[in-house]
């Protein structure tokens, strides 16, 4: 070093801490990850130990019971940027196809994932028989008119079949996107509008029109426990419809509606979110349906949330706690979501 | 006793080192620099940026690659340094203290979509200001350095670490704002000198460690290339030994460039996360804005207004025939530093730095205020070595710089984290604040966020077009001596 000019030394610091960086980054060795294991289960009572590893940890546990085991379902993302979209900028759609499979990959989901467009889109819905097997997220607010327009409905029998779909974006099945630069009219009358939601319901009231950028502060039992963050309610699901139908209150709870709401459709069901997205919305709505996907509730029969129990440990803490599981649930498959609750969490775990 | 001496040395060699320091005449210049960025950095941030560093640091912290969570839309090099501090700064401080979730700030998010909800802590600012304040202390020294080296005048050597020190657009830029830009100036300026110094190697490394920080010093290539050969054709006897240099010389550059490529690119193929790498370039694909400190700033004027939108549809176009003109510029400046770059090299590089950079933000789309302290190093130099007047061109950017960046939403949202962890100031108040601001009415415009964006933009926009006509160099002149230099090639096969 000592026949090196100044500039020299400067550029092999420089370069050294590059290296180092990436060394810490990508082969931390010298990290302790977190871990969870049970150490009894007597179908009573589960005894379980947590270790927070290198770093401080906020921990949340969900038990569920439920009936069946899950399916493996191949996710598919419709994303076309030739065709118009509704409430949901484009930069935050196509975020979406970026941050849906992050998410995803880190919470470990072994199903598939693949991007469709608004032709591929169509095969998809005709494949009735592999409905069963299958998530579609929507990610335009608009479905595209190759699969829905005021007579045409591919969407409703592949969810009867057994798909799911999440619909993020403006008002549910209201309008029927085309190929266009331009950007959609609004008051086209080849939308389906109001119909639509009356075909695939019965009702048009399923939605509560708000004021954009109302939120929702209040949370259900499934935001809580999953830790589901999408506060919007500006096209939210009308809370007493939801309940006549049997759906579920995913989201936070306004004071008619919800953010996120599960409606079952025939064998299948849609997942809806409250009708807006702004900018980085994206990170939160991808990681509310990583959530979800992951956690099991959309695939096991008659699931319920039977506990929850939040942790803060400090870095290299260890605890033991046991979890007392009630009379009711005890003959029933027990299913465990572990998982980080503070800000993008990485550590995920599901035991049944 | 040995062990007893073996400590004595030591202790005489610290204390002989840390007078060596004190003793230097930037010492308590940069002391005073560095603790001005700790009090002004610490309890200020611009959210909307720090957000994602935020995101990404935390993520790398829990085990995740830079890009893993797509947050990070830029090249790794940034992202790799910000996780190193955030990893090892997480095992000293609790990074549960990072941030916090501020929801009264929503409405405010709704009306300027510039501002986060998600306010960082002085912790989680001291940790990742810390890489940027040192970024800015080399560049300080590296100034120092060589405009001594180049005037042998230790007050001009001094002027030069001040002018770049305590300059208010670098501070606003590395401790307030908190982004990286200086990381990436810090590599352009080492490019240049090494080059001058014809180390190739290293100038190639640091070279593309720049690109892979801000893609920004890719422009540099021709001017880069045009020196390297004119310095060869310059000090070489014959025909065979020039292009043997040539080869060598350029070898060496280019395996410095591939030596950093592999370096950044390993772990990003070893974690099979080179598909959300490329998000950097998705720009193509979503629409690019245009304005800024460029021409495109007449889009400030309300009759041109309507070029913004027809910029977002027309994305290809754009991007096509400014990289047609930035090239073909650039390609002019590389061909004047081979023709005349040999007679005095560091002539070349600090005019010819100024020169690229200059046709780079005349003809990107968008010019951010932050861009234009990768110039500033290169204005000091020249204005410290070769022609004062470049002082003035410095001060009418750096201000223009500071008038865009208040234009865009004032500075009380830059004080979010001392209404957050502090009760100095509230979130309320801010709020009221920024919202009078956003919505005061305007002369020209509607609002006087655009007035004050047209103006500002206007005076930066003429400021980098006087980098382009130095007062002791004419145009005519260099056209003059290029067809001097081509004669003389041709005639004689190379420079003699």
């Not at chain 1, 409905?153 to 799911?164: C, Q, T």
């Not at chain 1, 349906?289 to 260890?318: H, M, P, V, W």
């Not at chain 2, 060699?13 to 950095?41: C, D, E, Q």
């Not at chain 2, 002539?347 to 950079?357: D, I, M, Q, R």
Request: proline share 4%.
């Amino acid at each position: 070093m000592r026949n090196l000019n100044t500039y020299q030394k400067i550029a092999i610091i420089m370069i050294m801490i590059i290296i180092l960086s990436e060394i810490t980054i990508s082969f931390p060795f010298f990290i302790k990850n977190p871990d969870f294991k049970i150490l009894n289960y007597n179908g009573s009572a589960i005894e379980y130990k947590i270790s927070a590893g290198s770093y401080p940890l906020e921990l949340q546990i969900v038990f569920l019971s439920a009936e069946r085991e899950p399916i493996i379902r191949t996710v598919y993302i419709y994303y076309d940027p030739e065709y118009q979209r509704a409430g949901v900028p484009k930069k935050q759609a196509r975020g979406l196809v970026d941050h849906i499979p992050s998410e995803l990959k880190i919470r470990k989901y072994e199903g598939e994932i693949h991007i469709v467009n608004a032709t591929a889109l169509v095969d998809l819905l005709l494949d009735i028989h592999s409905a069963n097997q299958s998530i579609l997220v929507i990610t335009t607010g608009a479905f595209p008119d190759t699969v829905y327009t005021l007579d045409k409905n591919l969407i409703k029998p592949w969810i009867e079949a057994g798909g799911i779909l999440f619909w993020i974006g403006d008002t549910f099945a209201y309008y029927s996107a085309e190929k266009s630069k331009k950007e959609l009219n609004w008051n086209d009358p080849r939308h389906p509008k109001d119909e639509g939601r009356v075909k695939f319901f019965g009702t048009k009231d399923i939605i509560i029109k708000l004021q954009r950028g109302t939120i929702a502060s209040v949370e259900s039992e499934y935001s809580k426990a999953l830790h589901l963050l999408y506060p919007y309610i500006s096209r939210g699901i009308n809370i007493t419809k939801l309940k006549s139908m049997n759906g579920k209150i995913l989201g936070k709870i306004g004071e008619k509606s919800t953010s996120i709401a599960l409606l079952p459709l025939g064998n299948g069901s849609i997942i809806i979110f409250g009708g807006e997205m702004h900018k980085r919305d994206e990170w939160i709505i991808a990681k509310d349906i990583a959530q979800i996907i992951t956690s099991g509730i959309l695939d096991y029969k008659n699931i319920n949330i039977i506990g929850f129990k939040k942790y803060s440990l400090d870095r290299n803490e260890e605890l033991k706690d046991i979890f007392l599981i009630e009379k009711d649930h005890q003959s029933q498959a027990i299913i465990i979501f572990i998982f980080q609750s503070n800000d993008e969490p990485v550590f995920f775990k599901i035991l049944e | 006793m040995k062990i007893g001496l073996s400590k004595f040395s030591l202790l005489l060699y610290l204390n002989l080192k840390f007078k060596y320091f004190t003793n230097h005449p930037i010492f308590y210049w940069a002391l005073f620099g560095m603790i001005l960025r700790y009090l002004f950095g610490l309890y200020t941030s611009d959210s909307n940026d720090v957000e994602v560093w935020y995101r990404t640091g935390l993520s790398i912290l829990y085990g995740l690659d830079v890009y893993e969570r797509a947050y990070f839309a830029y090249p790794p090099v940034w992202g790799y340094i910000l996780g190193f501090f955030v990893k090892i700064g997480g095992l000293i401080l609790d990074s549960r203290d990072f941030a916090r979730n501020v929801l009264e700030l929503k409405s405010l998010f709704l009306i300027t979509g510039n501002v986060s909800t998600t306010i960082t802590s002085p912790t989680f600012n001291f940790i990742f200001k810390t890489p940027l304040f040192i970024a800015d202390l080399l560049i300080g020294y590296i100034l120092y350095k060589f405009v001594l080296e180049l005037t042998q005048n230790i007050k001009k050597a001094k002027t030069a670490f001040l002018l770049w020190f305590f300059n208010p657009l670098v501070i606003i830029v590395s401790a307030i704002h908190g982004t990286f830009d200086v990381i990436a100036t810090l590599f352009t300026l080492l490019v240049v000198i090494l080059i001058y110094k014809k180390n190739y190697f290293l100038g190639g490394a640091m070279w593309m460690f720049g690109i892979l920080t801000k893609l920004f010093p890719i422009y540099f290539m021709p001017l880069l290339i045009g020196v390297i050969l004119s310095m060869i054709f310059c000090n070489s006897a014959n025909i065979f030994e020039k292009f043997k240099k040539i080869v060598r010389n350029l070898s060496w550059f280019i395996f410095g460039a591939i030596f950093a490529f592999v370096t950044i690119l390993v772990p990003i193929l070893y974690l099979k996360t080179l598909e959300n790498a490329t998000g950097v370039f998705r720009i193509v694909e979503t629409g690019v804005g245009v304005g800024g400190i460029s021409p495109w700033f007449i889009r400030y004027i309300p009759e041109y207004r309507w070029i913004l939108n027809w910029a977002y549809n027309n994305t290809h176009i754009i991007l096509k025939y400014s990289n047609i003109i930035e090239l073909s510029f650039l390609s002019v400046v590389g061909t004047i530093a081979f023709l005349l770059g040999y007679r005095n090299p560091a002539k070349a590089l600090s005019y010819g730095s100024v020169a690229t950079l200059s046709i780079v933000y005349l003809t990107a789309p968008f010019v951010w205020y932050q861009y234009l302290i990768w110039m500033i190093p290169f204005l000091i130099v020249v204005s410290m070595v070769f022609e004062s007047k470049y002082r003035y061109i410095l001060t009418i950017i750096t201000y223009s710089g500071l008038l865009f960046y208040f234009s865009l939403m004032n500075i009380w949202h830059l004080m979010l984290p001392l209404a957050v962890y502090t009760n100095i100031l509230n979130v309320d108040s801010i709020i009221s604040a920024t919202q009078i601001f956003w919505m005061e009415k305007g002369i020209i415009n509607v609002y006087l966020r655009d007035d004050l964006k047209l103006v500002s933009c206007l005076f930066g926009v003429l400021g980098i077009i006087l980098c382009l006509f130095p007062r002791n160099i004419s145009y005519l002149y260099i056209i003059k001596e290029s067809i001097f230099e081509i004669k003389k090639l041709l005639k004689l096969g190379g420079f003699k």
